[in-house]
């Protein structure tokens, strides 16, 4: 919606979407009596989300801007670099990236595998 709709660059989303979580150290309920797993008797409780757990669920090729899609965002290389960048110089950095749909890989002429091991290594060779 901050991308599609208000004009948000995807690598501003991403930013303050980190500073947001950071700033108000979310937590997520989770409601651990709907596990299909009956022998784990755990309390519904609200669990911490510590930045360096996150990861960045990614959409590859069928996502791309001309999919004509708007269910699932398309964040080209160049904004994920200027993100991870940016997030990087202020030492709030995720876990990491990753990507659905092996699939994909290539379809559209979109190879993000490649991209993600590019942005990951030359960013992180300066910290």
Not at 8 to 19: A, C, E, G
Not at 37 to 56: G, I, M, Q, T
Not at 82 to 106: C, K
């Amino acid at each position: 919606m901050a991308v599609y709709h208000d004009g948000d660059s995807p690598s501003d989303y991403l930013v303050h979407l980190v500073d947001a979580l950071v700033l108000k150290q979310e937590t997520m309920y989770v409601d651990f009596s709907t596990d299909p797993d009956r022998s784990v008797r755990l309390l519904s409780r609200n669990v911490s989300l510590p930045l360096e757990k996150l990861v960045f669920g990614l959409g590859n090729g069928w996502t791309s801007v001309d999919s004509g899609d708007e269910k699932a965002l398309y964040i080209p290389p160049e904004e994920l670099e200027l993100a991870w960048n940016r997030l990087s110089r202020q030492r709030s950095l995720p876990r990491g990236f990753m990507f659905w749909t092996i699939d994909e890989e290539g379809r559209r002429g979109i190879f993000l595998a490649n991209d993600l091991r590019r942005i990951l290594d030359t960013s992180t060779a300066g910290l």
